[in-house]
């Protein structure tokens, strides 16, 4: 394993490090060559077609809360939060103006309430969908169903997941 992988290896496992936008820019951008990619605070977001987001739910200025994830296709959109929540309103008005037939998203918890791990959440499933020979709505329910109930388990998931690439 090279030292940058065991550096944030250790600060997600270890140190339950949030990841910045500086850094999923890098690994998604830059790493693994998606181009189709934005990281931006909620009030930065515009909707592209086949593209994918991670938002932070704060507004640019200040200091990030939560990544949630946002994923655009030709037929679909998919929301994505890591503690199951509904998508907010300015993404939910933002999505139906282009996708009339709906927004799917998780209710199923996965990250764990004393958990800063939401961003490594988000890249994850921009990572698996991506790599996924599968069709974006059935790559989208696979990952999420590779996490337990017990959230207290799910950073393991996610660390060993990512650990992968």
């Known amino acids: 394993m090279d030292l940058k992988k065991y550096i944030m290896l250790i600060y997600m496992k270890v140190f339950n490090k949030p990841i910045s936008n500086v850094e999923l820019e890098h690994i998604i951008k830059v790493n693994h060559n998606i181009n189709n990619f934005d990281c931006i605070m ?3 977001f515009v909707y592209k077609p086949n593209w994918f987001y991670i938002i932070n739910l704060e507004s640019k200025g200040n200091l ?3 990544w949630v994830c946002v994923i655009t296709t030709d ?3 998919f929301y994505f939060d890591s503690f199951g929540c509904i998508p907010p309103m300015f ?3 933002e999505l139906l103006k282009h996708h009339k037939s709906g927004i799917k998203y998780n209710a199923f918890i996965i990250q764990n309430l004393k958990s800063s791990m939401c961003g490594y959440f988000c890249l994850g499933l921009i990572l698996y969908v991506v790599n ?3 069709p974006f709505t059935q790559a989208y329910t696979n990952y999420i169903q590779m996490f337990e109930d017990d959230t207290k388990k799910n950073n393991n998931i996610i660390v ?3 650990n992968q690439f």
Do not use: P, V
Request: glycine letters at 6%; a positive charge; proline letters at 0%.
């Open 64 to 66: 990030g809360t939560h």
């Open 132 to 134: 996924s020979n599968k």
């Open 91 to 93: 993404i939910k008005h």
């Open 160 to 162: 060993h997941y990512l």
């Open 75 to 77: 037929d679909d959109c």
């Open 42 to 44: 909620k009030n930065q």
